[in-house]
């Protein structure tokens, strides 16, 4: 049951490793200063990136949920209706842990149905959830506006009122600062007993049970932390357009996220922002270009993409790597 792959690809687990992935963040931190038009595009990219990490821990597991975005949804409006019944939007950081304590809420009431079941029930039992969730937040219009979502407007940030321009650049340090930290928080709670034990699961749950674990409470918890991760993403994005819409919670949004997971690669954490950041470029520079035939060039990027490297982009990286190494290595001899 022992687990021996890391949640890390190859490349981030050497001294140069981490050197580079220092350098990474150096240079994200400066794109207000040297890119300022790439700020919103980036920021969504990181909300959206930790609402991947949920899937990703979920997949750990063999895993696969079509409805989590019932939990983007619930970030999003909790910050909505937050916001309305504090005045003025509310503060960026009471938001977002309502936001937290919201999604987790729903996932355990959820997830006590759920985590009974597993591979093509679990994904479509959480489809029926969002799809619920989706059809009232649909019908309430007095509530929820109906299909034209509510409008979230700007809060203030920590107590603090900024203009426009900077709280997108506030926006953006955060977005950024809460991606990375997931990612690390993710990547502990997988090397930890609690995290292989979720991954045991997909290889030998009876086994999990013989020594004594429930595989239930394995996968409520990590299927709460999930939830919560996805809280967190769609109140990052709700904040970062502005409103909040059923649409989060449709299950194309659910599927956009499974899809995200796999281009980036299930194995890593760091597949989460690779592959956000892949499919949101193809996307938007493909709608800037060709609007009419977006689709059609994202669907041929990606399935090249998918087709060349069956485990991600994080794989195949990781496998040049190993190919490097090994090539040194006879080198040397």
Not at 21 to 41: D, E, H, I, N, Y
Not at 102 to 125: D, E, H, N, P, Q
Not at 304 to 332: F, H
Request: hydrophobic residues 55%; glycine residues 12%; proline residues 2%.
């Amino acid at each position: 049951m022992a687990i021996t792959t890391s949640s890390l690809p190859a490349a981030a687990r050497t001294p140069w490793g981490w050197i580079l992935l220092a350098l990474l963040l150096v240079a994200l931190a400066a794109v207000p200063f040297l890119s300022a038009s790439s700020q919103t595009f980036l920021s969504i990219v990181y909300a959206k990136s930790v609402a991947v990490l949920g899937l990703i821990l979920l997949l750990q597991a063999g895993q696969v949920s079509f409805g989590h975005g019932m939990f983007f949804a619930t970030g999003a409006f909790t910050v909505a209706f937050l916001g309305r019944w504090m005045g003025g939007g509310g503060d960026l950081g009471v938001v977002l842990l309502a936001s937290i304590a919201t999604s987790v809420l729903l996932a355990l009431v959820v997830g006590v149905f759920v985590v009974r079941y597993r591979y093509i029930f679990f994904g479509m039992l959480n489809l029926a959830f969002s799809m619920v969730l989706y059809a009232i937040l649909e019908k309430f219009f007095h509530l929820t506006g109906g299909s034209d979502g509510l409008r979230i407007r700007r809060p203030t940030a920590f107590g603090i009122g900024f203009t426009r321009s900077e709280f997108d650049t506030v926006l953006y340090y955060l977005t950024l600062a809460l991606a990375f930290l997931c990612a690390l928080l993710i990547w502990r709670y997988l090397k930890s007993p609690l995290g292989q034990a979720l991954k045991a699961i997909k290889s030998n749950e009876t086994r999990l049970e013989y020594i004594g674990l429930s595989a239930r409470f394995v996968m409520l918890t990590g299927y709460v932390i999930s939830a919560a991760l996805c809280g967190i993403g769609g109140a990052l994005l709700g904040i970062i357009q502005g409103i909040a819409t059923p649409e989060y919670s449709y299950w194309t949004r659910s599927a956009e996220f499974v899809f995200i997971a796999i281009l980036g690669g299930v194995g890593h954490v760091a597949g989460a922002l690779t592959g956000t950041f892949v499919y949101e470029a193809v996307r938007t520079y493909a709608a800037a270009f060709v609007a009419d035939s977006w689709q059609l060039i994202l669907g041929a990027v990606l399935l090249a993409i998918i087709l060349k490297a069956p485990n991600g982009i994080t794989g195949l990286v990781e496998g040049m790597v190993a190919r490097r190494r090994a090539g040194q290595g006879e080198d040397a001899r």
